[in-house]
């Protein structure tokens, strides 16, 4: 059955460094998303893409935030210059359309020092 | 307006009980409601999901109760099992964008 896989599964790094997350969406999909989840809260919505442009993005998706589609396979999440409190879980999810059923990675826990 | 509000924050269920996790929400633009189940250390999975034109929708053991003039949803799990203790997440979505909104989630236990 096809997966979303996200790399690496956990991350530390220093306040103030950059950190990209990876992701492997499903092959066919077209829609790619990433969410956090601080540890013990709920999953929040960080941005959508679609069509090599982000379609939606939230508040916390400010400018120290990125996202790519370097090749036809991959889907990062760039932090330019992390803060402590950019430590969470980070999913990926993609679709096979707008409004179906998103698909999550396995998650990327960040820890900021 | 953006919120989904889920309770209880945690549930123990003896096995073959049937726990009930409710959610509301209010904003009457949301047309699709997913439930995740979530195990420790893995992504959410989408277990079963509801569109507001019906009322109930059942999968297996799991079923969505959807009540819309009191904008309220409720996932039941019949004929609960030790390997079903996981966190479970309602969501919404608008018929709008592309962003899904999170439940708080709630712990659930399921005792032998």
């Known amino acids: 059955e096809p997966e979303v896989t996200q790399t690496p599964s956990h991350q530390v790094t220093q306040m103030g460094q950059e950190v990209i997350l990876r992701c492997v969406p499903i092959?066919?999909?077209?829609?790619f998303y990433w969410y956090r989840q601080i540890l013990g809260q709920k999953v929040e919505f960080l941005v959508s893409?679609?069509?090599?442009?982000?379609?939606?993005k939230s508040e916390i998706f400010d400018d120290q935030f990125s996202v790519e589609r370097p090749d036809g396979s991959n889907f990062t999440l760039k932090i330019r210059s992390t803060k402590l409190e950019d430590s969470a879980m980070y999913f990926c999810?993609?679709?096979?359309?707008?409004?179906?059923?998103?698909?999550f990675g396995p998650g990327t826990r960040l820890t900021v020092l | 307006q953006q919120q989904v509000k889920q309770s209880p924050q945690s549930l123990i269920v003896q096995k073959g009980g049937i726990p009930i996790i409710n959610c509301a929400y209010e904003?009457?633009?949301?047309?699709?409601f997913p439930w995740y189940q979530q195990f420790p250390g893995k992504g959410p999975a989408l277990l079963i999901a509801?569109?507001?034109d019906v009322s109930e929708k059942k999968e297996g053991r799991f079923t969505i109760s959807f009540n819309k003039s009191a904008k309220q949803f409720s996932l039941h799990i019949m004929d609960s099992q030790p390997g079903d203790s996981a966190t479970y997440f309602c969501?919404?979505?608008?018929?709008?964008?592309?962003?899904?909104?999170w439940g708080a989630g709630t712990k659930l236990i399921i005792k032998p």
């Open positions: 969501a919404a979505i608008r018929n709008s964008n592309y962003q899904l909104i």
């Open positions: 904003n009457t633009a949301f047309d699709y």
């Open positions: 092959s066919n999909h077209l829609y």
């Open positions: 509801i569109r507001p």
């Open positions: 999810a993609s679709s096979d359309g707008a409004r179906n059923e998103q698909f």
């Open positions: 893409f679609y069509n090599n442009e982000i379609s939606e």
